[in-house]
C-alpha cells in the first residue's frame, strides 16, 4: 500500500511562487513519480515527471523554465517548485507514482494523493 499526501498549495497573485511537498508512505518500490493538476471542466494534464533511480525528469513543454521537480530522499518527499505563477495556472494538483510507466500520460500512474489545491488570482 502506498499513501501520498501533497501539501504546499494555496493562494498567490500572478507571477508569484508556490512549492507543493508530496510526501510518501508505503512499501512499494515504485519507478516514478509526477505531478498532474486539473482545472475545473478541463481534463487531467501531466506537468513534470522524475525517476529516483536516477534523478532524470521531464518536463511538459508548456511548464519548462517555470515549474521545477526535485525530490529529498531522505524524507520521502517530492518537491513541485512553480515561479511566475499564471492565472490559467489555477487547478487542483496531484502527484502519483508508477511502479513501471514514465511520462506524463496518467494512465501509466498506479497510486495518487488527494490534491491540493492552487489557486492564482490578483
Known amino acids: 500500500q502506498v499513501h501520498l499526501v501533497e501539501s504546499g498549495g494555496g493562494s498567490v497573485q500572478p507571477g508569484g511562487s508556490l512549492r507543493l511537498s508530496c510526501e510518501i508512505s508505503g512499501s512499494l518500490n515504485f519507478y516514478a513519480i509526477a505531478w498532474f493538476r486539473q482545472a475545473p471542466g478541463k481534463e487531467r494534464e501531466g506537468i513534470s515527471c522524475?525517476?529516483?533511480?536516477?534523478?532524470?525528469?521531464y518536463y511538459a513543454d508548456s511548464e519548462q523554465g517555470r515549474f521545477i521537480i526535485s525530490r529529498d530522499s531522505a524524507k520521502k518527499t517530492v518537491y513541485l517548485q512553480m515561479n511566475s505563477l499564471r492565472p490559467e495556472d489555477t487547478a487542483v494538483y496531484f502527484c502519483?507514482?508508477?511502479?513501471?510507466?514514465?511520462?506524463?500520460?496518467?494512465?501509466?500512474?498506479?497510486?495518487w494523493g488527494q490534491g491540493t489545491q492552487v489557486t492564482v488570482s490578483s
Open positions: 502519483a507514482v508508477s511502479r513501471a510507466g514514465f511520462g506524463l500520460n496518467a494512465r501509466a500512474y498506479d497510486y
Open positions: 522524475l525517476t529516483p533511480s536516477d534523478g532524470h525528469t
